[in-house]
T-cell receptor, first 115, second 113 residues
Framework: DAGVIQSPRHEVTEMGQEVTLRCKPISGHNSLFWYRQTMMRGLELLIY????????DSGMPEDRFSAKMPNASFSTLKIQPSEPRDSAVYFC?????????????FGPGTRLLVL | AQTVTQSQPEMSVQEAETVTLSCTYDTSENNYYLFWYKQPPSRQMILVIR??????QNATENRFSVNFQKAAKSFSLKISDSQLGDTAMYFCAFMVRADKIIFGKGTRLHILP
């Protein structure tokens, strides 16, 4: 199993630019989670999907952030326009809820730096 | 609201020693899951061990074991025969529903040669 795949692994962009982060969950998993990690705030859950449907997006910081899951094998997190305070490591994780495998498996993360 | 507290921000031990990382949580739920994740300098989040609250037996994975005290709401991680590769940030995590994990702030563990 390839595990959760995220791309890009590193992203450097300028303030005001659009940033798109991508995630491919583990095959067969039906829940997908987006997290952000910073030194100041630690790990924060931004949004999660169950069967491609957004369940809880209360962690999304503001309207500049949006997430989609068009199918079971792909999700995106978009920031438009990006700001320096968005610099962080963004993790995607997936789990198999209905299979009662409650454990979330994390991708390698995307390091985002907004200049 | 559920909370997870890791009271040790940072710890250092000598290689081959045993170290215990503390974690307490607060919940009114009876059925839940507890996890320890490891985050080495690569920043990858790696599951170390998990425990179902309904199981009385403490989970064990090779050199890693937990001391789960449900009444005390305590979930400590013991690393035996510590190795240099154990150097990492360790996060305790709690989950009631099968969809939302609550993480502690983490304990940074240094294994010294």
């Amino acid at each position: 199993d390839a595990g959760v795949i995220q791309s890009p692994r590193h992203e450097v962009t300028e303030m005001g630019q659009e940033v798109t982060l991508r995630c491919k969950p583990i095959s067969g998993h039906n829940s997908l989670f987006w997290y952000r990690q910073t030194m100041m705030r630690g790990l924060e859950l931004l949004i999660y999907f169950n069967n491609n449907v957004p369940i809880d997006d209360s962690g999304m910081p503001e309207d500049r952030f949006s997430a989609k899951m068009p199918n079971a094998s792909f999700s995106t997190l978009k920031i438009q326009p990006s700001e320096p305070r968005d610099s962080a490591v963004y993790f995607c994780a997936s789990s198999d809820v209905q299979g009662r495998q409650e454990t979330q498996y994390f991708g390698p993360g995307t390091r985002l730096l907004v200049l | 609201a559920q909370t997870v507290t890791q009271s040790q921000p940072e710890m250092s031990v000598q290689e081959a020693e045993t170290v215990t990382l503390s974690c307490t949580y607060d919940t009114s739920e009876n059925n839940y899951y507890l996890f320890w994740y490891k985050q080495p300098p690569s920043r990858q989040m790696i599951l170390v061990i998990r425990q179902e609250a309904y199981k009385q037996q403490n989970a064990t994975e090779n050199r890693f074991s937990v001391n789960f005290q449900k009444a005390a709401k305590s979930f400590s991680l013991k690393i035996s025969d510590s190795q240099l590769g154990d150097t990492a940030m360790y996060f305790c995590a709690f989950m009631v529903r099968a969809d939302k994990i609550i993480f502690g702030k983490g304990t940074r563990l240094h294994i010294l040669p």
